[in-house]
């Protein structure tokens, strides 16, 4: 395989490597925002429960608490409760999600940062190849002159 071609396999790698990994930003991105999203909708929650048991209490101790009222605030602190359960439960899955995908974001740019120290050390190699190759041209071109000059100077 010359060098040009193995560059440019390199670099098909690189750039699939780049690709995955902004992909796995994006996905970390993403479920980041519906972490934070469903911790804020859980906090509301729990304000919501915090509230209504507050009134719950201002209306027991007033006395003002008729037993229709009473099943009401019951029936609605347990839907409150079993959502409050429900949103926990999916902060809880989502706080999980968003660790794996940290951990393929991870990985992800570790690959990318593998795949570019090679690129690097395959342009190196190419520059010294270059390189040697330009002076091995230029000392035959040299050693050409000189031979020249030996030849016109033996005629003389």
Known sequence: MDMRHQIQ????LVDWAKAEQDEAA???AQISRQREEAQERLSMLVRY???YLDQRNILVQ???WRPADQLNMHRFLGELESAIAQ???LVTELHRSFHERHGLWAAAVQKSS????LMGRALAG?????DRLEQKQADEW???KAQEAMTRGGRA
Request: aromatic share 8%; glycine share 0%.
């Open 49 to 51: 429960h915090e509230e």
């Open 114 to 117: 593998r795949f570019d120290i």
């Open 126 to 130: 190419q520059r010294i190849f270059a």
């Open 87 to 89: 949103q926990r439960s």
């Open 142 to 144: 040299a050693s050409r």
């Open 62 to 64: 007033r006395e003002a």
């Open 9 to 12: 396999s390199l670099q098909t």
């Open 26 to 28: 994006r996905a970390l």
